[in-house]
Every structure is written in structure tokens, then in C-alpha cells.
Nanobody, 124 residues
Framework: EVQLQAFGGGLVQAGGSLRLSCAASGFKVGNYAIGWFRQAPGKDREGVAC????????FYLESVKGRFAISSDNAKNMVYLQMNDLKPEDTATYYC?????????????????WGQGTLVTVSS
């Protein structure tokens, strides 16, 4: 059974950093498309960062380019999202996602597996 458990959210001041972690089980992160989505109150869910090792596919939401970085540790079967220079508009619940298919976009339609969210609040 594929399971994803995200953690590491919290309250941080603008300009600060957080690293979100996602513990994966039931599959190997190196063999799946993986990513992070977020949903702010009253807004649609959006893909923040996605990747797939086998195809060298990597995507970042334009507003987080240069500030966020997605990575994985195959030995630990973990997925990470390093978030630097956080802004109040980054405030959202962040979700770790995965899919076994050849994902062509960082769109929620492509991802079958979702972890529970972890809340990130950035104060101004």
C-alpha cells in the first residue's frame, strides 16, 4: 500500500526557511513521479514542485523558482521540499504526492497518491 506522510510545516517569518519532509512507503521514490502541491485558504490547489528521476523531469511553479528545491533520498525513501526566502503568499497547506506513471505535468490530475497536508504559515 502506497502511503505518504508529510511533516515539517510550521510558523515562520517572511524571509525565513523551512524544509518539508515526506516519508514514503509501499514504493520507491526513485521509481515514481513525486511532488509537492499546496492549497491556500479560498484558493485552488496548485503544483509547487514535481520531479521524476527516470525522465529527468523537473517542474517549479514560477513564483517559487530560485527559492524552493525538491529532492529525494532514495536510501531513506524520503521526499523533501526546501523552502527559502518564504513570503506571506506561500502560506498554505502543503501536500506530498506520488504517481507510478510517466507524468507530463505538475498537475493534480496526474497524481494518484496524496499524503495528508502540513500547514505552512508565513508571517509578515
Amino acid at each position: 500500500e502506497v502511503q505518504l506522510q508529510a511533516f515539517g510545516g510550521g510558523l515562520v517569518q517572511a524571509g525565513g526557511s523551512l524544509r518539508l519532509s515526506c516519508a514514503a512507503s509501499g514504493f520507491k521514490v526513485g521509481n515514481y513521479a513525486i511532488g509537492w502541491f499546496r492549497q491556500a485558504p479560498g484558493k485552488d490547489r496548485e503544483g509547487v514542485a514535481c520531479m521524476r528521476h527516470s525522465t529527468a523531469y523537473t517542474f517549479y511553479l514560477e513564483s517559487v523558482k530560485g527559492r524552493f528545491a525538491i529532492s529525494s533520498d532514495n536510501a531513506k525513501n524520503m521526499v523533501y521540499l526546501q523552502m527559502n526566502d518564504l513570503k506571506p503568499e506561500d502560506t498554505a497547506t502543503y501536500y506530498c504526492v506520488a504517481d507510478a506513471g510517466v507524468v507530463a505535468a505538475c498537475s493534480e490530475d496526474y497524481y494518484d497518491y496524496w499524503g495528508q497536508g502540513t500547514l505552512v504559515t508565513v508571517s509578515s
